[in-house]
């Protein structure tokens, strides 16, 4: 059977996805004896006599390292193709829900990549590295802005490592007030699951609030308030796609308890340059600079996850900070309220310097309009998908929505199913069974930079699928048969791990 890939869909006749390149062998297999890639100088015996000084005998290896033996050529086409292997941003539509897999503009790689940010040590002192305390100093005064949250640390290295930190600051918070049985973490039902996660990780008790019409239910919220409220968890837009449309009266009575508001802010990507967390009452919030300032992504590369508190919560975020006095910038270490060190040096700088980049590139004219191009691609795709399936969650979204894909299931293909058929296709599912309240979930986000006809594309693939899904069910549930492997056991690499070195 021939499946029309995403490129042949938009016109593109040139690039297919090729999954026809014989198997890629490892490098080990590669390996000839004796064969090199780089010609390095010959040890001089007072370089044997230095090892032979400050090793002992006993640590020093006496058979060969077993590395593959390889030259440089062989080496570049094994990765070169190995990357042809993959989904990514850069090939394919990438609608994962929740994680904004957004475009990663060229010129953050250009600023990265510039000499003095990647020649510089992190030990450096501040009056050597003015002009990147520079660069962690002003993404910290517009992430301020952006949020309404004035104060901000560049430490955390991703999302839930934010949500950690500034769950450290509530505790401290609220112990210092002589407030130390504050330790209920409010968490919605539709919460990422990092937020409970982090809560745990903190020594304080998540505890789930059931939403009603996919909204958190104010009446709910109340009953679970008390004396021991630490603060409450609450993404909005939420992960449903809908903005939480009673958010200011939410924190309001949150606040009444004597509790604190902290907003996961992965889905900024909704909102920036609109709305401003710090105006409708959060006290604490964390970015994705992976996802909503384009940094990329996925396959636990480094992200970096800041966060954006008031002011009255400055004391406690964590040193080093990154001060201007005058036209110098410092780092101040010396902070007897600060939760202190969450992460080696100043958090993830290349990723502090791609963030900047884009931020600089857009404006705030730009960020604006990038929010209202998530929302516009999002809704348009709802709008083209509701003929086939079912969106339980609104007729009207933010930067995602979520399909209840359980007429499917009837039919014998599960959502995971349709996922895998995608891949048939060339393009990359979105995120499944996440949302837990929705059956059989696909959440789709198709970011700010797609074009109506790669979204219109993906749309009549998913439509083809739900109709393949009536007629031929078995040719879904078999697929992807076009991948160079087809189902993956996706247990096996994590319960029979295979890290043997071939010598
Ligand atoms: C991605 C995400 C997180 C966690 O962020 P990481 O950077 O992946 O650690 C938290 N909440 C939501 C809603 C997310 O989508």
């Given at each position: 059977m021939h499946y029309a890939t995403m490129f042949e869909l938009l016109g593109?006749?040139?690039?297919?996805?090729?999954?026809?390149?014989p198997d890629v062998p490892t490098l080990f297999e590669e390996s000839v004896p004796g064969r090199i890639g780089v010609s390095l100088p010959k040890e001089s015996p007072d370089t044997e006599d230095l090892i032979g000084e400050l090793i002992p005998e006993a640590m020093r290896?006496?058979?060969?390292?077993?590395l593959p033996e390889l030259s440089e050529l062989q080496v570049v086409r094994h990765f070169t193709r190995l990357s042809t292997r993959t989904f990514s941003v850069d090939t394919t539509f990438y609608p994962l829900g929740s994680c904004t897999m957004k475009y990663n503009p060229k010129i953050n790689e250009l600023s990265a990549s510039q000499q003095p940010f990647v020649e510089?040590?992190?030990?450096?002192?501040?009056e050597s590295v003015q002009g990147l305390l520079r660069v962690c100093w002003e993404l910290q005064q517009w992430l301020g802005e952006l949020t309404g949250l004035p104060s901000v640390s560049?430490?955390?290295?991703a999302g839930a490592h934010g949500e950690f930190t500034a769950l450290l600051m509530v505790r401290a918070y609220h112990k210092e007030r002589g407030?130390?049985?504050?330790?209920h973490v409010l968490v919605p039902d539709?919460?990422?699951?990092?937020n409970p996660a982090s809560a745990a990780r903190c020594g304080l008790e998540p505890i789930a609030l059931k939403s009603r019409g996919g909204r958190l239910d104010l009446d709910e919220l109340q009953r679970h308030l008390?004396?021991?409220?630490?603060c409450l968890m609450i993404t909005n837009p939420n992960t449903l796609g809908?903005?939480?449309?009673?958010i200011a009266e939410i924190c309001r009575r949150v606040h009444e308890a004597g509790g604190l508001v902290y907003l996961d802010?992965?889905?900024f990507n909704a909102i920036v340059g609109r709305v401003r967390p710090g105006d409708f009452g959060a006290d604490l919030m964390h970015l994705n600079l992976h996802k909503t300032f384009s940094v990329p992504h996925g396959g636990g590369g480094p992200g970096a996850g800041p966060i954006c508190v008031k002011e009255e919560l400055?004391?406690?975020?964590?040193?080093p900070r990154v001060k201007k006095e005058g036209d110098v910038f410092t780092l101040e270490e010396?902070?007897?309220?600060s939760i202190g060190?969450?992460?080696?040096?100043?958090?993830?700088i290349p990723n502090v310097v791609r963030a900047y980049t884009y931020i600089a590139q857009l404006g705030i004219e730009g960020l604006r309009e990038v929010s209202s191009h998530a929302v516009l691609n999002a809704n348009y795709l709802l709008n083209l998908l509701t003929s086939h399936y079912h969106?339980?969650?609104?007729h009207r979204c933010m930067h995602e929505f979520v399909i209840d894909g359980s007429a499917q299931r009837q039919l014998g293909v599960k959502a995971l199913d349709i996922a895998k058929k995608l891949l048939d296709y060339g393009f990359h599912p979105p995120t499944t069974y996440?949302?837990?309240?929705?059956?059989?979930a696909l959440m789709i986000e198709p970011t700010d930079t797609e074009s109506k006809e790669t979204i219109e594309a993906f749309a009549r693939v998913m439509r083809e699928i739900a109709e393949l899904a009536q007629s031929h069910p078995e040719s879904v549930v078999e697929a992807?048969?076009?991948?160079?492997?087809?189902?993956?056991?996706?247990?096996g690499a994590a319960r029979n791990p295979i890290v043997a070195w071939p010598m």
């Open positions: 593109v006749k040139s690039v297919t996805a090729d999954v026809s390149l290896r006496t058979t060969p390292l077993g510089a040590h992190p030990c450096q002192p501040p560049l430490q955390p290295a407030e130390g049985q504050r330790t539709t919460a990422h699951g990092t008390s004396e021991r409220t630490a809908l903005f939480e449309t009673q802010g992965a889905n400055a004391p406690y975020l964590p040193v010396d902070a007897p309220h060190k969450v992460r080696s040096f100043l958090g993830n969106v339980p969650y609104g996440f949302p837990l309240i929705v059956p059989e992807p048969v076009t991948t160079p492997v087809s189902r993956l056991d996706e247990l």
